[in-house]
């Protein structure tokens, strides 16, 4: 993680962008500490906010599009080769087709949100050939609920930022799980609202 961090403090909003793409296309970088220690850098008046999160959310977008691209260029070949064997394992592209039984489209939203299955979420989205438009707006939509929480929390605890990635460690299933629910909470709601509408007016 220090060469992480080192490499950030040293090109800030380059560093940001190349590393949250690299985490985009599945390797080993956690999306999270980018985010959580550019927001501490904020923090620290190193960078500006705002920039840094356009940055994280574009760059983001990106790398996971391409990821989505690179599943329709394998195709029904999803076994791969080299690291897409290790990103698209057999059980992982049997839970990531589950969740799209059991969840539609939003399985690329609320899988942004499980550690270890979106990767696999967004290629198996481009094996399928998920329309591309839709898996945009649903992969910037869950961006918008996570990013800004990550970015808080480094703006929020500044120099102790690597308490706050420890302990998210020990409890990260749970934090990303409260952020999905609140995601889902909203979206269920607006489906709620919408099928109300019509017949209030």
Known sequence: MEWLTGYLDQFTYIGVA?????AGLGFPIPEDIPLIFGGAMAGAGKINVYVHFVISIVF???GDTCLYYIGRRIGSASEGKGRLARLLTPERRAKATGWFDRYGSWAVFF??????????VYLTAGTVRFPVARFVVLD???????????IWLGWKFGENWEAVVETIKGAQIWV???VGFIALALVVYFKWWRKRR????
Do not use: Q
């Open 18 to 22: 190349v590393s949250l793409f690299a």
């Open 140 to 150: 910037f939509l869950a961006a918008m609920v996570s990013v800004p929480v990550w």
């Open 176 to 178: 990303l799980g409260g």
């Open 60 to 62: 983001i977008l990106i």
């Open 198 to 201: 019509p017949a209030s007016s």
């Open 111 to 120: 899988g942004r949100f499980v550690a270890g299955i979106r990767a696999a």
